[in-house]
């Protein structure tokens, strides 16, 4: 199985958006660098917490809504901007880690065991970066200008 690099994959998905044409525009990019220190940031502990979470989900078989707190907005917020980066891994970690946190507080449709299990896959794995292959775009390191760059980009 041949595996493809983060600039293919990046090159399939700029195909992809012109053959979508004007009906879709995509967010605006984000820094790799900045992707992954929310991950290094919010990761253990919003882990933690959906653990716990999936272990209600597990223990009960039905969902049940959390109290939205500033911390849990501040990681839903990061994670989905985080989301936006180049690097499909991260990428799809951070979005996973949102879509889950979100659900928490907005209750779930579906299974909750499956949930609960698709949680858990997605908090086992540490996501390890390629530095060589992650991409700075224009993340100068200003951690919280930069998330309110991007979250301003997002909402327009």
Same mark, same amino acid.
């Given at each position: 199985?041949?595996?493809?690099?983060?600039?293919?994959?990046?090159?399939?998905?700029?195909?992809?958006?012109?053959?979508?044409?004007?009906?879709?525009?995509?967010?605006?990019?984000?820094?790799?660098?900045?992707?992954?220190?929310?991950?290094?940031? *919010?990761?253990? #502990? $919003?882990? +933690?917490?959906?653990? =716990?979470? !999936?272990?209600?989900?597990?223990? /009960?078989?039905?969902?049940?809504?959390?109290?939205?707190?500033?911390?849990?907005?501040?990681?839903?917020?990061?994670?989905?901007?985080?989301?936006?980066?180049?690097?499909?891994?991260?990428?799809?970690?951070?979005?996973?880690?949102?879509? *889950?946190?979100? #659900? $928490?507080? +907005?209750?779930?449709? =579906?299974? !909750?065991?499956?949930?609960?299990? /698709?949680?858990?896959?997605?908090?086992?794995?540490?996501?390890?970066?390629?530095?060589?292959?992650?991409?700075?775009?224009?993340y100068d390191g200003n951690y919280d200008a930069y998330l309110t760059q991007k979250m301003e980009e997002y909402k327009k």
């Amino acid at each position: 199985m041949a595996f493809r690099t983060d600039a293919q994959l990046t090159e399939e998905l700029t195909a992809l958006d012109a053959l979508l044409g004007d009906e879709y525009e995509p967010p605006p990019p984000t820094s790799d660098y900045f992707a992954y220190e929310v991950y290094e940031r *919010y990761a253990s #502990e $919003a882990n +933690q917490f959906l653990l =716990g979470y !999936a272990n209600i989900l597990v223990k /009960t078989g039905r969902y049940f809504d959390v109290e939205e707190t500033h911390k849990l907005r501040e990681w839903i917020d990061a994670f989905e901007v985080a989301g936006n980066c180049n690097d499909v891994l991260l990428g799809c970690t951070c979005v996973m880690t949102a879509y *889950y946190l979100k #659900e $928490a507080i +907005q209750g779930g449709t =579906g299974s !909750a065991i499956a949930s609960a299990a /698709t949680i858990l896959s997605i908090v086992k794995e540490t996501y390890r970066p390629h530095e060589n292959e992650m991409e700075r775009l224009d993340y100068d390191g200003n951690y919280d200008a930069y998330l309110t760059q991007k979250m301003e980009e997002y909402k327009k």
